[in-house]
C-alpha cells in the first residue's frame, strides 16, 4: 500500500522564521507536486519536481526532491501571514493524473 | 482561458440518493481524475480517465462510478449515498504526461 507521509502535521511559527516540511513516499517515483488549500477552497499548484534532485523555487518558499531517499523537502523562509494554509504534497506514480496525497501540514504564521 | 469548472458547487442529499457531479477540463486537457476529500484530511484518489477510457480506480465501492465523454468533460456517479461520503469531491484536469494537475474549485456534498 502506498504511503505519503507528511510531518509535521501541525506547524505554527512567527513571522520571519525559518522551517521545512518533510514529505516521505513508499514507492518509487519521480513525480512529486506541491499544493497549497486554503480552508474551503480548492487546491492551488505550488510546485512541479519532475527528476531526483529537482530544485525550485517561488518567493519565499523552496521545494526539492530526492527520489532515492523517498523525500521531498519544502522550505519556509522569513515567513509571512500569507502563507497559512494547509500544504499538500502528491506522489504521481502510473500513468499521470492519479495523484495520491500526503496527510497535510496546516501552517499558521503568527504576526 | 477558463480553468477547471465543476458543478454543482454544493449539494444536499439524503442517504440512499445517488449523485452525480459534473466537469469540465480545461480545453485541450484529455485526461480527468476525480477526487474526495473529508474534512481535516488529504484528498482521496477515485478515478481516472483518458481519451473516454478508465485508467485508474482507487480504493472506492462499486457505489462509485464515473464516466468521460467525447468533449473530455466527465461525471462523477455516486450512488446509495452513506453519511460518509460527504466530502468535498474535486476534480484535475492535466495533460499526460503531467506537467501539473489544475483543480476545479470543488463540488461539496452532504449527505442528511
Known amino acids: 500500500e502506498l504511503k505519503v507521509e507528511q510531518n509535521p502535521l501541525f506547524l505554527s511559527m512567527q513571522e520571519g522564521k525559518n522551517y521545512t516540511i518533510y514529505c516521505n513516499y513508499s514507492?518509487?517515483?519521480?513525480?512529486l507536486y506541491w499544493y497549497r488549500q486554503d480552508p474551503g477552497k480548492s487546491l492551488e499548484s505550488l510546485f512541479v519536481?519532475?527528476?531526483?534532485?529537482a530544485v525550485k523555487q517561488e518567493g519565499r518558499l523552496m521545494a526539492s526532491l530526492d527520489t532515492k531517499a523517498r523525500l521531498s523537502t519544502l522550505h519556509i523562509t522569513a515567513a509571512v501571514h500569507d502563507l497559512s494554509a494547509t500544504y499538500f504534497c502528491a506522489v504521481d506514480i502510473i500513468t499521470g493524473n492519479q495523484f495520491y496525497f500526503g496527510t497535510g501540514t496546516s501552517l499558521t504564521v503568527i504576526p | 482561458d477558463a480553468g477547471v469548472t465543476q458543478s454543482p458547487t454544493h449539494l444536499i442529499k439524503t442517504r440512499g440518493q445517488q449523485v452525480t457531479l459534473r466537469c469540465s477540463p480545461i480545453s485541450g486537457h484529455k485526461s480527468v481524475s476525480w477526487y474526495q476529500q473529508v474534512l481535516g484530511q488529504g484528498p482521496q484518489f477515485i478515478f481516472q480517465?483518458?481519451?473516454?477510457?478508465?485508467?485508474g480506480r482507487g480504493n472506492f465501492p462499486d457505489r462509485f462510478s464515473a464516466r468521460q465523454f467525447p468533449n473530455y468533460s466527465s461525471e462523477l456517479n455516486v450512488n446509495a449515498l452513506l453519511l460518509g461520503d460527504s466530502a468535498l469531491y474535486l476534480c484535475?484536469?492535466?495533460?499526460?504526461?503531467?506537467?501539473?494537475?489544475?483543480f476545479g474549485q470543488g463540488t461539496r456534498l452532504t449527505v442528511v
Open positions: 484535475a484536469s492535466t495533460t499526460l504526461p503531467p506537467v501539473a494537475a489544475f
Open positions: 514507492t518509487t517515483s519521480d513525480r
Open positions: 519536481l519532475l527528476s531526483n534532485g
Open positions: 480517465y483518458y481519451e473516454k477510457e478508465e485508467r
